[in-house]
């Protein structure tokens, strides 16, 4: 039955597909310059980690002490360092492209887990702010794909102590991104703490590890 029903898979071609239209999509329009001023705090605290160091040195006289670039949380200037050291300041939206494909793919797994088809995974990507963000070099992107990483292992997870470990991993690190990312997490772990649900132990253990 599956062989007439493509979307009932949880990854088709067709996903490869779309995902890599929208990619060319974006070299093809590759970005000029910066949409907004928080994508040049990112990606300028990006390229002073490559660097190896939390500030650019240019235009700051070496009796200054160098500070960080930017005040945000570091983790998205960090998944863009590989990008910044391979094509510069412009290919950090790179980071963004790929943490979208990461969220469909993983809510193409969750949906068909759960019984449903796995092409409701692409109204992610049909939303107007996603295909515009998608592109940006913000945490957005990185931040949906850790929450959506995160819930899914809980969701996901009960009978599995290293699954509930990941979910509390993940959540404690979404911190990094942005810091309301947590308040996504915070009801449902409270709850299966409450009910002393069996791995619970694991799904603290995880949140501390990876707040700390």
Known sequence: MTGFMPWARP??????????TYAIGFCVFYPDVFTSADESLYVEQAMAFARGSIGLRDGVPT??????MSDYPPATSVLQIPFVLLGGWRAAAWASVLAM???????ARWLHEAGYSSGFALLFLAYAPTLAVGRLALSDMPSAAVVTSGLWL???????????????????????????????????????????????????AGAAAGVG
């Not at 990854?11 to 890599?20: K, S, V, Y």
């Not at 009796?63 to 960080?68: D, F, R």
Request: positive net charge; glycine residues 4%; proline residues 5%.
């Open 63 to 68: 009796s200054v002490p160098l500070e960080p």
């Open 11 to 20: 990854f088709t071609p067709w996903f490869t597909a779309i995902l890599l």
């Open 154 to 204: 809980f969701w996901t997870g009960a009978d599995s102590r290293w699954k509930w470990f990941m979910a509390g991993l993940l959540a404690g690190l979404s911190l990094l991104f942005r810091e309301t990312n947590v308040l996504l997490f915070v009801p449902f772990f409270v709850a299966a703490v409450l009910r002393r649900e069996r791995h619970w132990k694991a799904l603290v």
């Open 101 to 107: 494909a990461v969220t469909v793919l993983v809510l």
